[in-house]
């Protein structure tokens, strides 16, 4: 179950970490922390190999201590009096080819602190295990299901419903991992949640896979770090989220040429996002440079109708390359501003 190299690692950084917040509350390694009541999810699509995590807390900027992950390895959620070595130690087990029952046992053997930690694993293959110490505030529990690749784990919560509330919504939830994840968090609220209340809420979801490009394989990385509506609030950047993936698969799709997959992936991310008139300014800017001006045209005069200042951009374009450096073409783009 361990092994000497990642043993001696394991040993030393959990024996001198402290790294959350100093407060009032001394756990068994002598870190001074508070406990930072939370209700998570780590879960695996098993039809996508996306991983995630998902946490709500009345807790300020939860998502810089509790959820971990990386793509093609796995995912970490480390809460209660929360020690955030979990996150990297954990993934770090994993990358060496060992299971998250196995990490997380591991990092567990040699943490004299483990009474007052609650934390969830899961690997790429699926393969999840949770714990919650015997002190964790209550109400405390968790919910590992094997058969759907999730884990739900909660503590100080207003009552003992809460993660099992968590784990039917993720179960019946449609829409992608994201919507699942975010599903679940809804639920634990509509439960009762965080006995104190809400305060801030974080999603992370990444590629089943890695490219070797950390940023790419980051589908969502999305914090809401302090809002009285932390979920509602996560939704919301979720779906702004979504249309800005559209947008760059439609990058990508004009650069390979594809226009009809273009104008349909620019086309989803308008109506995801309609309020922001920068999208269709990219799709009209990214239309006009490839030859395609008399479709351009009328998107550019929909969005100088409706916010003037976009049309002063189009000058300073040329300088960067992003258009053609034509003056016809540019003063027939000019000429659609009212």
């Known amino acids: 179950m361990y092994w000497p190299a990642v043993a001696i690692a394991v040993a030393g950084l959990l024996a001198t970490n402290c790294l959350a917040s100093e407060g009032d509350v001394k756990t068994a390694r002598g870190c001074v922390k508070r406990p930072v009541a939370t209700y ?10 996306e991983l995630g995590v998902a946490v709500q807390s009345h807790w300020f900027s939860v998502g810089s201590v509790v959820p971990w992950a990386e793509a093609g390895i796995g995912a970490v959620a480390t809460q209660s009096l929360v020690d955030p070595a979990y996150g990297p130690l ?4 994993m990358r060496r080819g060992r299971t998250a029952p196995d990490a997380l046992t591991a990092l567990l053997a040699s943490d004299e602190g483990r009474d007052v930690r609650q934390v969830a694993m899961i690997d790429a293959a699926g393969r999840v295990a949770a714990y919650t110490g015997r ?9 590992v299901d ?6 739900v784990q909660a503590n100080l919560m207003l009552g003992d419903e809460v993660w099992p509330a968590m784990a039917r919504a993720y179960r019946t939830a449609s829409g992608d991992l994201a919507d699942r994840l975010v599903a679940a968090l809804e639920a634990a609220q509509d439960a009762g949640g965080d006995i104190r209340g809400r305060q801030s809420a974080a999603l992370l979801v990444v590629s089943a896979t890695s490219t070797g490009k950390p940023w790419v394989d980051r589908r969502f990385d999305l914090r809401i770090e302090d809002h009285p509506q932390p979920v509602r609030e996560l939704k919301r950047l979720v779906r702004l989220q979504r249309a800005y993936l559209h947008m760059n698969a439609g990058d990508e799709a004009m650069e390979a040429e594809d226009f009809i997959l273009a104008s ?16 269709p300014f990219w799709h009209a800017v990214t239309l006009a440079s490839s030859d395609r001006l008399p479709e351009a045209l009328p998107i550019f005069r929909r969005v100088f109708a409706r916010e003037r200042i ?3 951009l189009v000058p300073r374009l040329v300088p960067s390359g992003l258009l053609p450096d034509e003056p016809e073409l540019i003063k027939r783009i000019l000429d659609q501003s009212p």
């Open 40 to 49: 998570s999810i780590v879960a695996r699509d098993p039809e996508t190999g």
């Open 90 to 93: 954990g993934l770090e087990i």
């Open 135 to 143: 002190r964790c505030i209550q109400a405390a529990g968790q919910i």
């Open 146 to 151: 094997e058969p759907n690749q999730f884990s």
């Open 264 to 279: 349909r992936e620019y086309a989803a991310a308008e109506k995801l996002a309609p309020q922001i008139t920068e999208i």
């Open 310 to 312: 976009w049309s002063d």
